[in-house]
């Protein structure tokens, strides 16, 4: 499922977390100028969109690797993911500079959501 955050980013609320087509609950957001593919249930199936992204990962030589720690700078399943948590040797300066860029502006988010939480008495949900 996609749906729009706010204006210019889209957030993905299942992730594809292996090529073999295993789902887990994720949340992730990113600049819709980045993303390579969007779901748009009317243009394809869900399943059409997932194996294209599979393709897409795989096409840039990301098997093996934790898409959600290389795409938005946060594993949710980091201590369990049997994935690897750091850079391919075919990624640039700049790829590398624009993730830990990312990666700051998620810790940044979770610190931010951590002290609302604190202040107002919530509970994790998820």
């Known amino acids: 499922t ?3 955050q706010e204006p210019g980013y889209c957030g993905w609320v299942l992730r594809l ?10 949340q992730r957001f990113l600049l ?5 593919r969007r779901y ?3 243009a ?12 897409d990962g795989l096409r840039r030589g990301l098997a093996g690797y934790c898409w959600d720690w290389l795409d ?5 399943d980091e201590g369990n993911c049997e994935y690897r948590h750091e ?13 830990l860029q990312r990666q700051e502006v998620v810790d ?12 107002l008495g919530w509970e994790p949900s998820c």
Do not use: K
Not at 32 to 36: F, G, N, T, V
Not at 72 to 76: D, T
Not at 108 to 119: K, R
């Open 32 to 36: 819709a100028a980045e993303s390579e």
């Open 2 to 4: 996609i749906r729009e």
């Open 44 to 55: 394809e199936s869900f399943d059409e969109w997932r194996d294209q992204y599979v393709a």
């Open 108 to 119: 940044c988010q979770n610190e931010i959501e951590m002290h609302l939480d604190a202040l």
């Open 87 to 99: 850079y391919p040797p075919h990624w640039t300066a700049v790829q590398r500079r624009d993730h």
């Open 17 to 26: 977390t292996s090529p073999s087509g295993e789902m887990a609950p994720f």
């Open 72 to 76: 938005n700078g946060e594993c949710l």
């Open 40 to 42: 748009e249930p009317a």
